[in-house]
């Protein structure tokens, strides 16, 4: 039987840095659910649907088809059989991820994906739903989070480090309005699961939370 491990948590909390360096150390497969919705969310864009609507978000799901593959270790999302990867992360996609993740039919067409990748291998999976509706019996659940304005900074640093002006006020009112867009929504919020270890990475080094986590694992394995 394959083991699971289910990373769950708010946007910037780190999941998907701190996941992929576990997950190497435990040669577990990395799944980012994220990018998946990403991908579904391009295609929406790509379609022109209106996701408000349900005919036209059907026949845009009917024609969308997502998978994903590895290229030297990195995960890669795949949209139709293209590799969307560097396409995904612009704010346009983000903010319709957001919106059409609320969709309980857009979530019904990654949930089988996501439950047969870790039917088959030992993963580590990242998302908001994870431990709660995807892979509800993942013999490790972590619910990882921080403070809005310890996530908030850490972008700030990101985005003057690539020479982006920005503010942090603006920064700390978007995380907070994706927080509450991910944990309000009628399918799938976001919570943390009963049974999922609560690792608040505020005052720790990315170092600490892999190392807190790669213990979790080993001792459950
Ligand atoms: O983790 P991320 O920022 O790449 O996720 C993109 C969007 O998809 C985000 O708004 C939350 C949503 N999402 C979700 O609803 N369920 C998941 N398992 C993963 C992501």
Partial sequence: MSFNIAIDGPAGAGKSTIAKRAAKELQFVYVDTG???RA???GILRFGANVEEEASLLDALDQIEVSIGYEGGEQQVY??????SGLIRTEEVSRMASTAAA???VRAKLTQLQRD????ENVLMDGRDIGTAILPQ???KIYLTASVHTRAMRRYKEQTERGESCSLAEIERDIEERDHRDMHRETAPLCQAEDAVLVDSSDMTIEEVVECILKLARERM
């Fill in 35 to 37: 990018a998946m919705y």
């Fill in 138 to 140: 993942a013999q490790l």
């Fill in 117 to 120: 990748l870790a039917k088959r």
């Fill in 79 to 84: 949209l139709n059989g293209e590799n969307v």
């Fill in 103 to 105: 969709k309980p039919q």
């Fill in 40 to 42: 579904i969310a391009l």
